[in-house]
Every structure is written in C-alpha cells, then in structure tokens.
C-alpha cells in the first residue's frame, strides 16, 4: 500500500455515511479483503502521518478547541481525527493549523462548551488507530496474542520504508507559532468552551 492508496481509504471512509464505528467497520472490511501485509502497511502511513501532525502549532490549535483540556493522549487521539478529515484537510492543517477554523467537524463545536459535545462530535479518533491490528489479527488468526506479533510486523515495516528512503515526500513545513486568529476568534479560551 502506498501513499495514495493510504489516502484514497481515507478519503472514502470519510465519505461514508453512518456514525464512526458504522464507518469504521468498513474500514476493517475493506482491509479484511486485502492480504494482511495491506494492514501492517496501513497502519505504518497512519503512524507516519500521527508523527507528522504531531507539532506544537496543532497542539495549541487542538487545545483551543477542546477549551484548555486537550491531554497528551487527547492529543494523538486529535491527530487520528485529522487524519480521518482526509488528504486535503490534514495537509492544508499541517501547513496552517488555523486551517481547522474552515472543517465542518470544528466549525460544529463553535458556541458549545465541550461538555456538550456527543462523542461523535469530538475531533478525536482512537478506535481507527485499532482498525488495522484487528483486521490484521482476524486475518491471521492472531486475536489471542494481544497484538505482538502485528506490532512486530508494524516496526519491521517502518525500518524498511525508512531504510528505503519512503518518508522523503512527507517532508515539509512544520510550523511551530501560536498565531491562529480564526480559532481564537471561534474558540476563545475566556469564555470556557
């Protein structure tokens, strides 16, 4: 699986209709078809993109919006989100967290206090970073070793995509400032939402 096919099940999961484990479980179904070198493979891009979103600048975006209390794991939680926004919007993200003012998802949460929100309205995702591991577990008759020999699988792949020079076109822009005037202007921390 490479970048563009990574991107094109993004893409289509984001245009599925349903709520997200309805639209997760296609996900799985779509990787349950495939070999299961597809999931290790999906699950290598999906870290990579993580680790790429991964900057103090969407932080402090992230932040804003969830009113102050955005954790460490709430964090990587968000970047799951973003990257289940699709291509287009987790690239223009990563070059302009502010970006996030123009997604529907956020846009939804403006006025409301984040006690509020259903939980699929919050811009986190943790369950579609479990999505490959179980499909790949099912395929492989795995699901009773609590995912060892898939994580195994996972960082064997990495070393050889990294050994093979495959992360070279993710590397961009990764800015770092604190200057987002549309989500402050959204979400202003004073007003507790």
Known sequence: ???DAFWALIDELGRRPGDREERLEWLRAELLRRPEAESVAFQVRLERATELADTRALWTAANRIEGG???E???HYFTLWLVGQGRKVYESVLADPDALADVPGVRALVGRHH???DDDEWPEWEEL???AQDA???LTGQEDDDGEEFLDAVEEAEDAAEAAGEWEEYRGPRPEGSAMPRLTALFPLSSGS
Do not use: L, R, S
């Open 115 to 117: 006690d509020e929100w």
């Open 136 to 138: 790949y577990d099912e």
């Open 69 to 71: 209390a955005c954790t």
């Open 73 to 75: 794991d709430g964090f």
């Open 1 to 3: 699986m490479n970048d």
């Open 129 to 131: 970073d479990y999505v």
